[in-house]
């Protein structure tokens, strides 16, 4: 008999990035890292699992702009080749360092780790990663869920409710279009709550979402003695599941978390950066620029200390202890909650998908053996979802949860703040005139030029209120590039609006516009109309 549950929850999201108009683009490596070590060692992972008959849940977001980079024919021809580099790059390193036998092994270990991902990839799943997920998702393993249309920071979009409105709708169609049902939970971007979304959420048929642990602790009407683990009626049906801290803390934190372990891998340590630019350009950006090539030599192995070779099989038994170790740490959770709960305990433990492998590259040989551990007859705690929970017990606590985020200081300082604060008046101002130009062709006629364009432009508001940009713009990495997508969709957006209110469209140019940011094929202006709320 099981005494508590544990619901995992990865939340896999890149911000989207497609560049036609190059020939290949720095950032489009996000997406091809993140298939490489995050989503294929999972899938790898799930698949092993389903042979292996283990009963298990999970739960995994798939934003909608992965969703269609995943599904791009462009992006996956580019996938193709930067895998192929990569197994030219191990084969020429495991020449390079035949007299070196330690590093000739890594050398092997990653020839072997991508000739094993192309397998999966191109033959197991026809370079369709789409479809894994719904495998997995029809065996009953994964629960699949998704977010807004471009992970836009609702919190601070808010002042539209069309702009919320739209970025949940059409991130729930273009799942839809992909996965073929409809999903039952939410991942609000940056877990960002404020009161009355639920109603929005309600609306488009959502069931549930997940806030930070503080959304439920500061709830108005605030929870009994379940605190974060039990959900919260919002009012009108909407659940909110809040974050189990100490979980988290095990996973997440630099301090105490298992990543930053002695035994795992090092990811700031790569030949890309390390060997001479002669030998490493045909594999770094325009042979001149170094980056990260993926071929990573060393461990963590402490502070102030040389860093040491990196060792797979110490590391895999590392990844084995601390499964054990985590699934022990919630075992101990769940005996002091069982006595003063009037249910069974829920743990909920939401991550980034791509800390899994991307950044922890055992991540998911940990998550593996969590998933197997959780299994065993022995094991007081068991595995599932939230929509899972919800099935089990019917009525819980009605409160509003508080307004907040799972980012630094837990509310919105991340993403307004002085590094990008003068992003969102000019988001504002465009949701504005978007919102006003639809509404003044209501029950006009519009001509297909027109209309194409009415959609290009709404695209181009939504790319800019990705809520990846912000925090870029905060967090100092490749600011150049945020700050220029930021504006290149705010200019295409305003380029649209007065060319149609003008009525002098260049059909060439909005082919190109259309060419570039191909998203949301089944988009439709007329949702932009402030009286469909």
Request: net charge negative; proline share 5%.
């Amino acid at each position: 008999m099981k005494k508590g549950f544990l619901s995992i929850i990865l939340h896999a999201h890149l911000p989207y990035v497609r560049h036609p108009e190059y020939d290949s683009f720095y950032e489009e490596n996000w997406l091809f890292e993140a298939i490489t070590e995050s989503y294929i060692p999972l899938i790898n992972a799930f698949d092993r699992l389903y042979k292996d008959k283990v009963a298990y849940r999970l739960t995994v977001s798939l934003s909608p702009t992965l969703i269609t980079m995943l599904r791009d024919e462009l992006l996956t021809e580019r996938y193709l080749i930067y895998l192929q580099q990569r197994i030219d790059l191990a084969n020429k390193e495991i020449i390079r360092t035949a007299n070196q036998p330690d590093y000739q092994n890594l050398a092997n270990f990653y020839l072997q780790f991508y000739l094993s991902t192309l397998e999966t990839y191109q033959n197991r799943y026809q370079c369709d990663l789409i479809a894994a997920f719904k495998k997995h998702h029809a065996a009953g393993k994964l629960e699949l869920i998704t977010t807004a249309a471009t992970h836009g920071f609702l919190p601070a979009l808010s002042v539209s409710e069309t702009a919320v409105r739209n970025q949940i709708n059409i991130g729930i169609e273009t799942f839809k279009a992909n996965l073929g049902f409809a999903p039952t939970g939410f991942w609000l971007p940056e877990c960002a709550y404020y009161p009355g979304l639920e109603a929005v959420l309600a609306a488009a048929g959502i069931g549930y979402f997940f806030g930070d642990t503080h959304a439920i602790l500061n709830a108005t009407g605030s929870p009994s003695a379940n605190g974060v683990y039990a959900p919260v009626n919002c009012g009108n049906g909407v659940t909110a599941f809040g974050r189990d801290p100490e979980s988290s803390r095990q996973v997440w934190s630099s301090k105490e978390g298992y990543p930053g372990d002695s035994d795992y891998r090092e990811y700031y340590s790569d030949v890309g950066f390390d060997l001479d630019l002669d030998y490493i350009a045909p594999y770094i950006l325009d042979g001149k620029t170094r980056i990260n090539t993926g071929i990573k030599y060393h461990r963590v192995t402490g502070e102030n200390q040389p860093k040491a070779i990196y060792r797979p099989e110490l590391a895999l038994a590392k990844a084995k202890q601390h499964a054990q170790d985590f699934i022990d740490k919630r075992q101990q959770q769940i005996k002091p909650l069982t006595t003063i709960m009037d249910r069974l305990p829920l743990m909920v433990a939401p991550y980034d998908a791509e800390l899994f492998g991307h950044w922890w590259f055992e991540g998911p040989l940990w998550l593996e053996e969590v998933l197997r551990l959780a299994n065993e007859n022995t094991s007081d705690v068991q595995t599932i979802s939230c929509g899972d929970y919800l099935k089990l017990y019917s009525t819980h606590q009605t409160a509003t949860p508080s307004a907040s985020t799972w980012g630094d200081q837990g509310y919105s300082s991340y993403w307004i703040n002085e590094e990008n604060d003068w992003i969102y008046p000019y988001l504002h101002q465009a949701e504005e005139e978007m919102e006003k130009l639809v509404s003044d062709l209501y029950g006009l006629t519009v001509t297909p030029l027109q209309e194409r364009a009415l959609n290009q432009a709404a695209r181009s508001i939504l790319l800019a209120q990705a809520s990846d940009w912000p925090f870029i713009l905060k967090s100092g990495t490749t600011r150049d590039y945020a700050r220029k997508r930021i504006t290149d969709h705010l200019a295409r957006f305003n380029y649209l609006h007065d060319s149609i209110r003008k009525n002098n469209l260049n059909e060439r140019y909005l082919l190109a516009l259309e060419t570039m940011d191909n998203i949301f094929p089944d988009i439709d202006f007329r949702d932009f109309n402030p009286s469909s709320d």
